[in-house]
């Protein structure tokens, strides 16, 4: 690009923590997702050490059964919204704009006021490890107990009388909120505010798997809401939504919850698929195959992912013709699924393979992911689920989907967009460690989790006899065992990190040799990304050499690109949220006015301040 | 409504607001419709009265549907005068839709207290506690709305709302309009199919 524009006034990045609580630069926001929802991750993974340590010997006696339900709904609580969500988040953030060639996302404040609730809302649910005292629990854990599907009426404040469920059930409001902000704020983004020339079929794959993922959460998350609002009204104010006894119906919450959580699976996985759409043709050297065919296959997976949830309550009898129904749907859905892995198979095929890590952890997703999708299509029929279900043959599969498949995928995206987000390359000796370490940990973790449920131990139980069944102390040590090697990973991963810091090799504007358009500007971006908004004419720009045309000579205006001041309004009308959730939680009605208040003020200062995209 | 100066380049040629609006109205379809059929579901399952047939008062309901509709119809010449920078008669229409809107919640408040003197409470049955959160979510819709009404009303009493905010109005619209269309779908459902 020409010397003759001189670089933008605005350009020069602020610093400080102001900086950081008002910001608006989807590049700042996508690293404070990361590295919150990586310690949420942490936090997560800590709890699930504590119940592997608990079950690594029969009669384990470490935590008690009631700080056990509390380890296992935060583990998944905190995995599923606080970890997983998140973390694709802080690549959708950082990378969207950069693949379509946008400057911000279409409304940057709105994407700050997600990132903030986000935060506000996991370190309100995880309050609860400390807020005993507060309501005079006699401990001081209190933390949610009921899973991280909350079955009814469990629920109920007769059977769940202390805050444990409240801090569940608000927190997970307030989160929905958040997501449901980013849901629209991307849809925009992908929609509206591709380069001129992106047509829809030149999208690069990771943004289509987030627009999908996306139209999945704006519209699973009113159904979670409403479930949750229902609970509420159970639990304060004396409704009788989910209690048999003045005629609601339990399973009410069932299909609320599934209805929502199975479109949630897909939420989880799409943007794993889509981060691996892109690593594996740049490690390849070969366009994706079948990029067609990926696409419409992620968007079916996301129309059927809406026909499928009672296959989670087959256990619940709801008659052979319904079981038959979600029993078939569920075998379809895993057509498209089997689609993409024999797409991603035939890129590897004949490609020029540069064995990187990022491109280790994209096979590794395939591979675990596959053996995650079959344990899954074996429990769509029915018979073998009844034998299965609430066993660890289940734990087995959602771990090979969830860990084998979003982790392995996210880790992918880590080592591939890094060098891009911090400008510079993440140690490849010590990510091959993390690799290997990783993939033996989980098998070892995860896979005697098959035999443990087939052998008939039953899930969320806080200890196990010694006479459960042969063999089964073993299996319990072996995945206890494995699950601190994947400890062992993480803590390479995070040397890795930290390492990269000040030792990283310089990364350069494109390390890899990628195709899409993120890879034309420099490591790390600046604030207002491209200089010039590129034509695209092409589906991989990068690499063809036609396709690529001359950057045009600027408008006057374009010569400046335009950076949005921040905005601290995100971050004021976010905390009403928390406020408002602690007014019932404490049973303090001023809190409720505090709060409504905050959030009225942020509002309407939002809307009236000057800001110009 | 600082931002509606100049609209950005978009790749669908839809203002980004607008289309980012009608994400949120699709959204807001599934609450609704989680809500409707909760009370779908458990019709007819209340194992103690009032039920439904003794308490409704459809008279007064049709007339609350009225108003609604009547307020459809000031939103509509309300963005219609504001487009041609008809800003006197945009006021008037503003503040119309506004008060029937506070029409219709003066209504949904006079039936809630009128049931709960009849004995129908949130905690009284399944009819009463779904009655309730469906109606009442709708209810708080209306005030959100007629809260945002109001606002761009005394914004354009200030002289700060004129022609090139006319897409703040649209959107504004669409909310009015969809929150009069859940009300004419919870009417059907609740009140004229018992």
Redesign the interface.
């Known amino acids: 690009m020409s010397a003759v524009h001189a670089p933008a006034a605005a350009a020069a990045p602020a610093t400080g923590w102001k900086s950081w609580i008002t910001t608006t630069d989807h590049k700042r926001i996508g690293m404070l997702y990361f590295f919150t929802a990586f310690g949420f991750f942490l936090i997560g993974g800590i709890e699930a050490l504590m119940i592997r340590l608990q079950l690594a010997q029969p009669d384990g006696r470490l935590v008690s059964a009631d700080t056990y339900n509390q380890l296992f709904t935060m583990h998944g609580t905190t995995m599923v919204f606080l970890a997983l969500m998140p973390l694709s988040a802080a690549f959708f953030n950082y990378i969207i704009p950069l693949q379509i060639g946008a400057r911000d996302v ?2 940057p404040r709105l994407n700050a006021f997600s990132y903030w609730v986000f935060l506000l809302g996991g370190l309100f649910i995880n309050a609860s490890w400390f807020a005993g005292p507060l309501f005079h629990a006699g401990h001081l854990n209190v933390a949610p107990n009921g899973g991280w599907f909350g079955y009814a009426n469990l629920t109920e404040r007769q059977y769940s009388p202390g805050p444990n469920i409240d801090f569940w059930l608000l927190g997970l409001q307030v989160l929905g909120i958040a997501s ?1 902000a980013a ?3 991307f ?2 983004t992908i ?4 380069a ?1 020339g ?1 047509r829809m079929m030149r999208l690069p794959v990771f943004s289509w798997m987030t627009l999908v993922t996306q139209f999945l959460v ?6 979670i ?3 949750l ?2 609970l509420m ?1 159970d639990r304060f ?5 989910y209690l048999p006894a ?4 339990p399973l ?1 919450w069932q299909h ?1 919850f599934w ?1 929502f959580g199975h479109p949630e699976v897909y939420i989880l996985i799409l943007p794993a698929m889509g981060i691996i759409s892109e690593v594996l043709p740049t490690f390849a050297r070969k366009p994706l195959f079948g990029y067609t065919v990926v696409v419409y296959s992620g968007v079916l997976i996301g129309f059927m992912g809406w026909g499928v949830w009672s296959h989670h309550m087959f256990s619940v009898g709801l008659g052979p013709i319904a079981d038959s129904v979600f029993s078939g749907t569920t075998m379809l859905i895993a057509v498209p699924t089997g689609v993409k892995i024999f797409n991603w198979i035939a890129t590897l095929w004949g490609g020029q393979i540069r064995g990187t890590t990022a491109l280790h952890f994209a096979v590794g997703f395939i591979a675990m992911f596959v053996i995650g999708g079959l344990s899954g299509v074996m429990h769509a029929s029915p018979p073998a689920d009844l034998q299965q279900t609430d066993t660890y043959f289940v734990v087995a599969h959602i771990h090979y989907v969830l860990f084998g498949g979003t982790i392995l995928g996210l880790f992918a995206g880590t080592y591939y967009w890094w060098p891009k987000m911090t400008g510079r390359l993440l140690s490849e000796t010590l990510g091959k460690w993390h690799f290997w370490l990783i993939i033996i940990g989980m098998n070892l973790a995860f896979f005697p989790m098959h035999f443990i449920g087939l052998l008939g131990m039953p899930r969320r139980i806080y200890t196990y006899s010694r006479d459960l069944g042969p063999g089964i102390a073993t299996l319990n040590l072996v995945s206890t065992v494995g699950a601190f090697l994947i400890a062992v990973a993480l803590l390479v991963f995070i040397w890795n990190l930290w390492r990269t810091r000040t030792h990283g090799q310089p990364a350069g504007d494109d390390p890899w040799g990628g195709a899409t358009l993120e890879w034309t500007i420099p490591s790390p971006p600046p604030p207002y990304n491209f200089e010039f908004i590129p034509t695209v004419v092409s589906r991989l720009p990068r690499w063809s050499t036609t396709q690529m045309r001359a950057i045009p000579e600027g408008s006057p205006e374009e010569s400046l690109p335009h950076v949005p001041s921040g905005s601290i309004w995100p971050l004021v009308t976010a905390l009403g949220l928390p406020v408002l959730a602690c007014a019932p939680l404490t049973h303090t009605l001023w809190l409720a006015f505090v709060g409504a208040g905050l959030l009225f003020f942020g509002i ?1 200062r939002w ?7 | 409504m600082t931002h509606a100066a100049a609209e950005h380049h978009t790749s669908m040629g839809v203002p980004s607001r607008k289309m980012a609006f009608w994400a949120f109205i699709g959204s807001e379809c599934l609450l609704f419709g989680s809500l409707i059929s909760t009370y779908l579901v458990y019709k007819g399952r209340s194992v103690v009265g009032p039920y439904p047939h003794e308490i409704l008062n459809i008279p007064l309901t049709s007339f609350s549907t009225f108003d609604l509709l009547m307020s459809s119809l000031m939103m509509v010449l309300a963005l219609a005068a504001v487009q041609r920078g008809d800003m006197k008669w945009g006021k008037i229409w503003l503040l119309s839709t506004a008060l029937l809107g506070i029409v219709f919640l003066g209504m949904q408040t006079y039936e809630f207290t009128s049931f709960v003197r009849e004995g129908l409470t949130l905690q009284t049955n399944l009819f009463g506690a779904t009655f309730f959160v469906l109606t009442g979510t709708h209810g708080a819709h209306v005030t959100v709305g007629v809260i945002w009404l109001l606002t761009l009303f005394f914004r354009a009493l200030q002289g700060k709302l004129g022609p090139e905010h006319a897409l703040t109005v649209e959107i504004s619209g669409l909310y009015w309009h969809f929150v009069d269309v859940v009300w004419i779908v919870i009417f059907t459902v609740v009140y004229l199919i018992q």
């Open positions: 279409a409304f449901l849901g629209f704020n849809i925009v929609l509206n505010m591709r001129p992106m704006i519209t699973a998350f009113p159904v809401t409403v479930a609002v229902l009204f104010f004396g409704t009788h939504f003045a005629g609601g119906d009410l609320l209805l309407y809307a009236f301040e000057p800001f110009e995209v």
